[in-house]
């Protein structure tokens, strides 16, 4: 087991995973798919949209410091009954201003959640192996990110009462897993050079902000153009099945034997080359031509999950290492506000990209980005703010 209480952290990913459930299927299914033959028209849904990833994405470093100071359970708790009183009145009750504002509200509320687990995963870690207890906690979304767009998508589409069925369930068990964990709340590292005031300390987060934008962005140049970039390569999504299984595997495999490495040794020990290896599957794909591709797959799709392997391993066992102890929620909350800003602006410069050159310009463009993110890490006068202790 990777963390010291685990009948606190499972829960507390189970709500995270309800949460993330709930949240793509209402923003990126029921609402699109239903909104319109409940009243809402196309500019409040997507000011509802906006309003909610708004507030969450600028709430995530102050709720940080409201879960140091009222716990961490209570405000999920109210998260998770703020969502589920959204989704209620969407259903049966639209409105345009009181839908943006609870939106707004519940996307503030849901600003505490990544950074909270996020912090309660880094301080209930079994010492040594934090690297990977925080990349496990990281990555344990995505099925339920999946399940919003590809369950309650088409439930929505055919059987609409039977998607809002679901996803108010799902709501109401995210409520009362907040419920048990009411009084939950994270300790705070032992007190050190960064205790007094509130900044210090933040020095050293400061400089992984670029890192943390620009390791974003790049994926994010692919967000809008995934289904153009197939067609234009000549692959179907059933091309990508097998190949994605091998990524996936080798994906297991460096996540977790590189992760020892972050713990054991250090996190740019995992980092470094797993940057350098994404640089060099992008650059790679943009080379590559739909007469050439299916034979590339097979070779970029392992060293993609080793990449990515690595890197989700080596920066998640950096951020821990450089976060003041004393006010770690909050510092985990800009650092992922940050992340969430270079994903935001990842489709309109690959949009631009794909303008400008097309298929090569925008993975041209990712690889660019991952190689100025490397030299970031190893120019030398970054060592004295993330080296760690």
């Not at 703020?82 to 049966?92: A, I, K």
């Amino acid at each position: 087991m990777l963390w010291t209480r685990p009948l606190t952290m499972l829960p507390l990913l189970a709500l995270l995973l309800l949460s993330e459930l709930v949240r793509t299927g209402f923003v990126v299914s029921a609402l699109p798919l239903t909104g319109p033959g409940l009243g809402l028209s196309p500019g409040v849904i997507g000011a509802m949209v906006s309003a909610h990833y708004l507030a969450d994405g600028l709430g995530r470093g102050p709720m940080g410091l409201v879960t140091e100071r009222w716990g961490l359970g209570r405000v999920l708790a109210f998260g998770a009954l703020t969502g589920l009183g959204l989704g209620l009145l969407t259903r049966f009750f639209p409105s345009a201003g009181w839908g943006v504002a609870l939106s707004a509200l519940w996307g503030l509320l849901f600003g505490a959640l990544w950074p909270g687990v996020m912090n309660a995963s880094h301080a209930f870690a079994h010492p040594g192996r934090v690297s990977r207890a925080l990349a496990v906690s990281n990555l344990s979304v995505a099925p339920a990110i999946l399940a919003g767009v590809l369950l309650v998508g088409p439930l929505m589409q055919t059987r609409p009462e039977q998607g809002w069925a679901l996803l108010l369930g799902a709501q109401g068990a995210a409520l009362v897993l907040g419920a048990l964990l009411w009084r939950l709340r994270v300790p705070a590292g032992a007190a050190g050079q960064d205790a007094g005031s509130v900044w210090r300390g933040w020095d050293r987060v400061a400089a992984l902000l670029p890192a943390a934008f620009a390791q974003t962005l790049a994926p994010g140049l692919l967000v809008t153009l995934v289904f153009p970039l197939l067609e234009r390569l000549g692959l179907r999504l059933p091309d990508l099945l097998w190949p994605g299984a091998l990524a996936g595997l080798t994906f297991g495999l460096s996540l977790w034997l590189l992760g020892r490495v972050a713990d054991r040794l250090h996190p740019r020990l995992a980092l470094t080359p797993g940057l350098l290896a994404l640089a060099l599957v992008f650059g790679l794909a943009a080379l590559t031509g739909p007469e050439t591709v299916h034979g590339r797959l097979w070779g970029l799709a392992p060293l993609l999950g080793v990449g990515y392997g690595a890197f989700v391993a080596g920066w998640n066992g950096l951020v821990a290492r450089t976060l003041p102890q004393d006010h770690r929620a909050a510092a985990w909350g800009t650092v992922m506000a940050v992340e969430a800003l270079g994903y935001a602006a990842g489709p309109l410069l690959g949009g631009v990209a794909w303008q400008w050159a097309g298929p090569p310009g925008v993975l041209g463009l990712a690889a660019l980005v991952f190689v100025l993110t490397e030299i970031y890490y190893l120019w030398p006068r970054r060592g004295r703010f993330v080296q760690g202790a």
